[in-house]
């Protein structure tokens, strides 16, 4: 039999592993390298088409440039430490749990399925990628079951209502227009009368046509589960953005499953990623 007593004194500080690369890890106070570490609570539920709006504002360093205004446009920028090039690309090396990816399979990422997303900014940081890192590297880690951990199920949605900002500009209306056409006394003008213009009755609001209300949602089903040898994780997501114009609307449907095992005695390890 043995007695263990914890007493006081030491206190666990935080750690940070740098890179699977390095095969190290280094506390947070001795760690040199520029480097920012967010978080699953600050980026998940938030019904954003990409995760990388989610980032916009959490690390310094890193701008989110988005080109296109359109819902699930893959024309997002991201620049750590600003353009490194004036005609070569400028995007970051991108790893997903340990795999290097490219854009569009990044853009297309449940947020919600993120456990850690660390934006690696200098060259002490990026050296294990090489040139490839020369932009930058984000790395990005999804979540995972925990062995000996029973089944938990978790739902969650999201919806809002998007519109138009309403604008005081003192519009003219279509009489209006005709009469401003006909003091011109060019193309159009040049044959309006005022019997004709008094007596059309047409008067589209084109704000409302062009423009109309949009509800996102966003639903997410999160399954774990982890027995003495197996442990795994498993979500379904569906998001739903439709643009105020018409016709731009987006929908994206995911689905992951994580899987880790091991053998009795620990020698024999093995995972599965599959989304």
Known sequence: ???????EGETLKEVVIVS???NRARTKATTT???????????????????????QGTAPGASILSSSGSPGSAKIDLLIRGASSLNASTDPLIVIDGVPTNGNQFRSLNQNDIETVSILRDAAATSIYGNRGANGVLVITTKQGKY????????????GVNVLPKNKYNMSNSRQVLTIEKSKNTG???????AQIAAYDVNTNWREEFFGVDVPQQ??????????????????????QGGMVPTTDFQRFTFRNNI???SNNGKF??????S
């Open 1 to 7: 039999n043995y007695t263990v007593t914890l007493s």
């Open 20 to 22: 699977e690369g390095y």
């Open 33 to 55: 390298s520029a480097l920012t570490t967010v978080t699953a609570e600050v980026i998940e539920n938030r019904p954003n088409a990409s995760f990388l709006n989610s980032l």
């Open 148 to 159: 000996g951990s029973a089944l938990k199920i978790t739902y969650d949605a999201v919806t």
């Open 188 to 194: 159009l003008g040049a044959t309006l009368t005022d």
């Open 219 to 240: 639903h997410n089903l999160g399954l774990t589960f982890g027995g003495e040898n197996i442990s795994t994780y498993s979500s379904f997501g569906y998001f739903k």
């Open 260 to 262: 880790n095992g091991k």
């Open 269 to 274: 390890t093995y995972n599965s990623q599959l």
